[in-house]
């Protein structure tokens, strides 16, 4: 028995794969020649909604680790010919920078603002 999604193989009375959670088929997937990223973030909310929405579309996918000095970042790949429908489900992804980013914005104006109201006072 083999999973369809990450190609591990299970003896005999195995019925789903332990890390993938999807139904154990008895022929080995088809290996793909071509691999597309579709998705890369070091943020690991955005990693889980990128899991979970190629999971919940039934894309086969793997991830693939990329060091950049200091951080580390993962890929989500999928088949060549899978990569343009993947990657416009992964485009409503929100970022999780935009969203550090504005709150330290905001932050910062909340500090300027106080402090020129204890300047007034």
């Not at 890929?75 to 920078?97: G, K, W, Y």
Request: hydrophobic share 40%.
């Amino acid at each position: 028995m083999f999973c369809p999604k990450c190609g591990s193989e299970y003896r005999a009375g195995f019925e789903e794969c332990a890390e993938c959670r999807i139904a154990l088929r008895p022929q080995p997937p088809k290996p793909v020649a071509d691999w597309a990223t579709v998705f890369t973030s070091d943020h690991p909310t955005e990693l889980e909604d990128a899991e979970r929405i190629l999971t919940q579309a039934g894309f086969r996918y793997r991830k693939k680790i990329a060091w950049i000095p200091n951080i580390e970042t993962k890929n989500f790949q999928v088949p060549f010919e899978d990569a343009d429908a993947a990657t416009q489900l992964t485009r409503s992804i929100p970022s999780r920078h935009e969203c550090r980013f504005l709150f330290l914005f905001i932050s910062v104006a909340l500090l300027i603002v106080v402090g020129a109201i204890i300047q007034v006072c």
